[in-house]
Every structure is written in C-alpha cells, then in structure tokens.
C-alpha cells in the first residue's frame, strides 16, 4: 500500500455534524492517567445511582469533578458546587482530564474550551442512558467533550425532537467526541451495554463528558 499513514489522520478523525468531531482512538495515549484520576475521584465522591425526577433511579453510576458537578433528584436536575453525599466539594478537575478536553475540542475547531465540570458515567453491562439532552449548562455556545473507556457501547444520536431517527455510532475503548455548534442540544443517548468484556476494564465502560456548566 502507499504511504497509507498520509489518510490516517483523516479516518480517525470522522466528522459527525457541523459541530461534532468524533476522534478515533484520540484518548489512548491518557489511558492510564485518566484510570488514575478516576480512581482518585472515586475514593472522594464515589459512583452513585441518581434517581430522577420522575422518580426512576438511573442504571448507570454516576459521580463528577471539578468545581461543579451534575446531579438529579426528585426536584430536578443542577449543578451543584458540592457532593451532595458528603456536603463536601466535588475533587478537584484533574490536569490530565483538563488538557485533553481542551485538545480534542481545538482539533474539532473549538479553541480555548476550559471545562470546570465532568461527569463521570459508569456503565456495568445492561446499564444504558435513555435519549436526553443536554441542557442544565448555562451557556450552550460550549462543547461538550466525551471520552470513552473500557466496554464499546452503541451510541444514539438524534435530531433537535425527541422523536425521529437515531444514528447508531459505536464508541470504543480511547474515542472521543467533540459535540459544539448546531449539534450541541441533539437528543442523545447510549443502548443497552452488551457484556463483551475490555481486556483492560473488564465489563464495564466509563464516559467522561467534560462541560463548561457555569
Ligand atoms: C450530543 N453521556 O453524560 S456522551 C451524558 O456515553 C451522556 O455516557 C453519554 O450523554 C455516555 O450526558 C454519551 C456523548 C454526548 C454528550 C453530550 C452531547 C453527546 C452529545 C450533547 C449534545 C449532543
Ligand atoms: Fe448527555
């Protein structure tokens, strides 16, 4: 084959709609920093199953950091600036998590992203996120970075209704996606998990969506 690594860049970096890059493999070098920053914010504010509005409690656990923090209840949904389980603030925005949003969200056109909040989702198999979007945050002129590790899961990407058609991606072990602009209130959300389990996770899979919420 000729000089296949010139078409590389391109196939891995995949895009999405007018404002959502999808990054093959883009987190894969901060693999086992992103495992430990994990770690370190799990033993502070450990992954929890919310329970929402409606009165279901989420299959997928859920904790955050950074100086704001998702959370839902009964009353609603918010960002608060402390762990509501502990009364203590969310940990700290590690560095690495920091950089590589700002990275991913430069290559996808979108300079200068300073995330101070991520939610950190944690899927065991069967765990799913019905479709949503995402709109607590205050200014929506933002992206939102995803990160994927462990598990693949089968993504849902929708229209501006919750009705219509879906786009089904597969998101792997180091993907991430960049999701700004015109794409940045879409109906989204993630299939049932299928138990195929990661060499190195197991069976699960963690999504980091780092968001720029105050
Ligand atoms: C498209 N998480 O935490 S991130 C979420 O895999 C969430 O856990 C999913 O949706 C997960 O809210 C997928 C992908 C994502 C995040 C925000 C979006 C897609 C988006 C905002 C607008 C459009
Ligand atoms: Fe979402």
Same mark, same amino acid.
């Given at each position: 084959?000729?000089?296949?690594?010139?078409?590389?860049? @391109?196939?891995?970096?995949?895009?999405?709609?007018?404002?959502?890059?999808?990054?093959?493999?883009?987190?894969?070098?901060?693999? /086992?920093?992103?495992? &430990?920053?994990?770690?370190?914010?799990?033993?502070?504010?450990?992954?929890?199953?919310?329970? @929402?509005? +409606?009165?279901?409690?989420?299959?997928?656990?859920?904790?955050?950091?950074?100086?704001?923090?998702?959370?839902?209840?009964?009353?609603?949904?918010?960002?608060?600036? @402390?762990?509501?389980?502990?009364? &203590?603030?969310?940990?700290?925005?590690?560095?690495?998590?920091?950089?590589?949003?700002?990275?991913?969200?430069?290559?996808? %056109?979108?300079?200068?992203?300073?995330? !101070?909040?991520?939610?950190?989702? *944690?899927?065991?198999?069967?765990? *799913?996120?019905?479709?949503?979007?995402?709109?607590?945050? *205050? !200014?929506?002129?933002?992206?939102?970075?995803?990160?994927?590790?462990?598990?693949?899961?089968?993504?849902?990407? +929708? +229209?501006?209704?919750?009705? %219509?058609?879906?786009?089904?991606? /597969?998101?792997?072990?180091?993907?991430?996606?960049?999701?700004? %602009?015109? !794409?940045?209130? *879409?109906?989204?959300?993630?299939?049932?998990?299928?138990?195929?389990?990661?060499?190195?996770?197991?069976?699960?899979?963690?999504?980091? @969506?780092?968001?720029?919420?105050?």
């Amino acid at each position: 084959m000729e000089t296949p690594e010139l078409f590389e860049p @391109t196939e891995r970096e995949q895009r999405l709609g007018p404002g959502a890059v999808l990054l093959r493999g883009f987190a894969l070098p901060w693999v /086992p920093e992103l495992l &430990a920053a994990i770690a370190a914010v799990e033993s502070a504010s450990p992954f929890r199953h919310l329970v @929402t509005p +409606g009165g279901f409690t989420m299959s997928v656990a859920m904790t955050n950091c950074g100086a704001l923090g998702w959370t839902s209840d009964r009353l609603g949904y918010q960002y608060t600036a @402390t762990d509501p389980e502990s009364g &203590a603030p969310w940990p700290a925005m590690p560095a690495a998590f920091a950089r590589l949003a700002s990275e991913a969200a430069a290559v996808a %056109g979108f300079a200068g992203f300073a995330p !101070d909040a991520c939610l950190i989702n *944690r899927y065991l198999p069967g765990a *799913r996120l019905s479709l949503h979007q995402d709109r607590n945050e *205050r !200014d929506y002129s933002a992206p939102i970075v995803s990160v994927s590790l462990g598990m693949r899961a089968t993504f849902l990407w +929708g +229209g501006l209704a919750r009705s %219509g058609p879906s786009l089904k991606v /597969p998101l792997r072990h180091g993907d991430v996606v960049v999701w700004g %602009g015109a !794409d940045r209130l *879409r109906y989204h959300g993630v299939q049932p998990l299928k138990d195929e389990p990661h060499a190195l996770l197991g069976s699960q899979r963690f999504n980091l @969506t780092l968001r720029k919420a105050g």
